[in-house]
Every structure is written in C-alpha cells, then in structure tokens.
C-alpha cells in the first residue's frame, strides 16, 4: 500500500511517501514560511522525484493535532482536497504518537515522552512505552502543566525518552523531580510525516469528509469570546 502523508502541527513541514512501513522519499523543512505556502509544492517535487502520481496512491494520513491551531487545520485541509478529487481514503493521526514513532528502538519498558509546547505554561503530551519493538500507548493524548506531568512521571522508576519542541521545558520539570530522562537527538526530535505513515498502519481509514482536527483545548480567539459572554 502507498501511503502519502503530511504534518504541518508545528514549525516543520514535512511530507512523506511509503510503501506500507518502508519510506520511499521524505521531505521536511523549516523555512519560516507558512506550509499554505509550502506543503503543496513539497508534495509535488516528492511525488514527481519518486515518479508516482496521485493514482498511484492508496491512502492518504495526516497529523489531526495536537498542535498548532493554524497548522493543523492546513494539513487537514490540504489532505481533503487531494483526496477528494481522486475519492481516496483517509487518516488522522495524532501528533504525538507520530513523534513517538521514532523512538521505537528504544530499550524495552522505556517511556517515550513526546512533549508539544503548548502555551500558557502547559505541553500537548502523550505517555507510550515500548514492547516487543512496538509502541503500546499509556495515556490519551492531553494538555499537561509541566509539573504535573514531572510528578506523574516520578514514581514510575523507568527512564525516560523526550521529543518535540516543549523537550527543554520537560526536561527541567523532570530533572528537578529527580526523573531520569534523555532527550532525542536533533534529527530524531521533531515531527516528520514518515512517523505519520507509521501511526497510520494501525488505523482505520475514512473518507476525506470524516477528517477532523484535535485541538484538546479552545483557541485563543474561542477562549476569548467565552470570557466575553462569561462577563456579560
């Protein structure tokens, strides 16, 4: 099965191109520009590189989020109107368990911590350890302050992997709970649309309509009008 998939849930934008679990080309950068403005031409240059077209694919994935309000809901617009055209099937997949795809050849009974920086002193954070060379999930994916989630962590006794860009909070709330961790290398650190195509294996696919994204909290702009009409 090919598998075209994007994440645009933070500063870098990535597409990728598998066949099944085998990566046939992947493409990120972080140029400062928006990904309205990027992501299309990146699959394009991937597809026209690997010599496949639109046809050729058989599912397309995205990450719904956690993560940027604004990048998530271009990802997802950006994978309905591909699919649309060529009636494709779909994925959603979340943020972090895409980012804790690459962790799966950490020791077994690791925790893999992905940890989004989520504003307002809080991280988009999931919990997932390693099985037999499998990621098996802990918690859902949640908001988190940093301290709650040190102090959830320091009793487990187990080492712990952190990835993303909230990595430099966590890892000071860690430390100072006396929490053993290790941060990811940079390479291994961000998104990438090929931890997309990874999570998306065990998932079921939908039609372009049934894709949603996941925020887990309200806007800035939703929070404030709640604030409005609460004071009225």
Same mark, same amino acid.
């Given at each position: 099965?090919?598998?075209?998939?994007?994440?645009?849930?933070?500063?870098?934008?990535?597409?990728?191109?598998?066949?099944?679990?085998?990566?046939?080309?992947?493409?990120?950068?972080?140029?400062?520009?928006?990904?309205?403005?990027?992501?299309?031409?990146?699959?394009?240059?991937?597809?026209?590189?690997?010599?496949?077209?639109?046809?050729?694919?058989?599912?397309?994935?995205?990450?719904?989020?956690?993560?940027?309000?604004?990048?998530?809901?271009?990802?997802?617009?950006?994978?309905?109107?591909?699919?649309?055209?060529?009636?494709?099937?779909?994925?959603?997949?979340?943020?972090?368990?895409?980012?804790?795809?690459?962790?799966?050849?950490?020791?077994?009974?690791?925790?893999?911590?992905?940890?989004?920086?989520?504003?307002?002193?809080?991280?988009?954070?999931?919990?997932?350890?390693?099985?037999?060379?499998? !990621?098996?999930?802990?918690?859902?994916?949640?908001?988190? &302050?940093? *301290?709650? #989630?040190?102090?959830? =962590?320091?009793? $487990?006794?187990?080492?712990?992997?952190?990835?993303?860009?909230?990595?430099?909070?966590?890892?000071?709330?860690?430390?100072?709970?006396?929490?053993?961790?290790?941060?990811?290398?940079?390479?291994?650190?961000?998104?990438?649309?090929?931890?997309?195509? !990874?999570?998306?294996?065990?998932?079921?696919?939908?039609? &372009?309509? *049934?894709? #949603?994204?996941?925020? =887990?909290?309200? $806007?800035?702009?939703?929070?404030?009008?709640?604030?409005?009409?609460?004071?009225?």
């Amino acid at each position: 099965m090919k598998i075209l998939a994007i994440d645009t849930s933070a500063t870098v934008a990535s597409a990728a191109l598998c066949e099944n679990d085998e990566p046939i080309a992947v493409y990120s950068q972080k140029s400062g520009l928006t990904h309205s403005q990027t992501m299309l031409p990146m699959i394009r240059d991937l597809m026209r590189n690997s010599g496949v077209t639109i046809d050729d694919i058989d599912m397309m994935a995205v990450s719904a989020g956690p993560g940027s309000f604004t990048g998530v809901r271009i990802g997802i617009s950006t994978v309905k109107g591909l699919a649309f055209g060529k009636n494709k099937i779909c994925v959603g997949v979340s943020t972090l368990e895409a980012m804790a795809q690459s962790a799966r050849f950490v020791p077994e009974g690791t925790i893999v911590c992905p940890a989004m920086d989520a504003r307002r002193s809080q991280l988009y954070n999931a919990l997932f350890t390693v099985q037999n060379g499998a !990621l098996v999930r802990l918690t859902e994916d949640r908001a988190i &302050a940093a *301290d709650a #989630l040190a102090e959830e =962590l320091s009793g $487990s006794g187990k080492s712990v992997w952190v990835l993303g860009d909230g990595w430099a909070i966590c890892e000071k709330a860690l430390k100072e709970r006396g929490v053993f961790c290790t941060v990811a290398p940079e390479e291994l650190r961000w998104q990438t649309a090929f931890g997309v195509c !990874l999570a998306a294996q065990s998932k079921t696919p939908t039609g &372009a309509e *049934d894709l #949603l994204p996941v925020y =887990l909290r309200l $806007s800035q702009a939703e929070r404030e009008r709640q604030s409005r009409m609460n004071e009225a």
